[in-house]
T-cell receptor, first 118, second 111 residues
Framework: GAVVSQHPSWVICKSGTSVKIECRSLDFQATTMFWYRQFPKQSLMLMATSNEGSKATYEQGVEKDKFLINHASLTLSTLTVTSAHPEDSSFYIC??????????????FGAGTRLSVL | DAKTTQPPSMDCAEGRAANLPCNHSTISGNEYVYWYRQIHSQGPQYIIHGLKNNETNEMASLIITEDRKSSTLILPHATLRDTAVYYCIVSGGGSNYKLTFGKGTLLTVNP
């Protein structure tokens, strides 16, 4: 299957600082990328949908000014957690949609980024 | 997107087939069934998907009932590395292609 690279895999930061997470599709062009968050022992929750060249669409309850998403190219989307606080500590996972053929799109996921805010 | 129902956990002996069921009784005609799995502390891995016909790839087989209200993911020869949470997801594809993850099934493969 297609490969999605996510970096960094683990980050520890101080409260109040900002953290940027990168998501790259390595062998296909992704017009749409997605950002998820997963708290311990819970399932993945979609945070936002990122379309290349346009503003991201955020799910209800997700603060767009806190979680800045940029999708400037067909292979790169970034998530910036601004002014991070301990409650933002979580596992952040990106995915990229491989257009494939017609409606049979498949999302491929990155390995995830574990964020710990002290 | 239609909701899915999966058992919270299942056990399987190494080398035996693992059959993971999923109910999706409210699935609509243009919605696909996708299966992903998540090994602990990793991102989900795509396994297989289908619309109405049975599908097979190098990882697994997907059996969809004729009325499309349920499906079964089959891992033909489970190994210890197949221990993971398996998610059955129904999605419409295209511009409405959002994946809504439920709680999935924790498959434990025992030696």
């Amino acid at each position: 299957g297609a490969v999605v690279s996510q970096h960094p895999s683990w980050v520890i930061c101080k409260s109040g600082t900002s953290v940027k997470i990168e998501c790259r599709s390595l062998d296909f062009q992704a017009t749409t990328m997605f950002w998820y968050r997963q708290f311990p022992k819970q399932s993945l929750m979609l945070m936002a949908t990122s379309n290349e060249g346009s503003k991201a669409t955020y799910e209800q309850g997700v603060e767009k000014d806190k979680f800045l998403i940029n999708h400037a190219s067909l292979t790169l989307s970034t998530l910036t957690v601004t002014s991070a606080h301990p409650e933002d500590s979580s596992f952040y996972i990106c995915s990229a949609r491989d257009p494939g053929q017609g409606e049979e799109d498949i999302q491929y996921f990155g390995a995830g980024t574990r964020l710990s805010v002290l | 997107d239609a909701k899915t129902t999966q058992p919270p956990s299942m056990d399987c002996a190494e080398g035996r087939a693992a059959n993971l069921p999923c109910n999706h009784s409210t699935i609509s005609g243009n919605e696909y069934v996708y299966w992903y799995r998540q090994i602990h502390s990793q991102g989900p891995q795509y396994i297989i998907h289908g619309l109405k016909n049975n599908e097979t790839n190098e990882m697994a087989s997907l059996i969809i009932t004729e009325d499309r209200k349920s499906s079964t993911l089959i891992l033909p020869h489970a190994t210890l590395r197949d221990t993971a949470v398996y998610y059955c997801i129904v999605s419409g594809g295209g511009s409405n292609y959002k994946l809504t993850f439920g709680k999935g099934t924790l498959l434990t493969v025992n030696p």
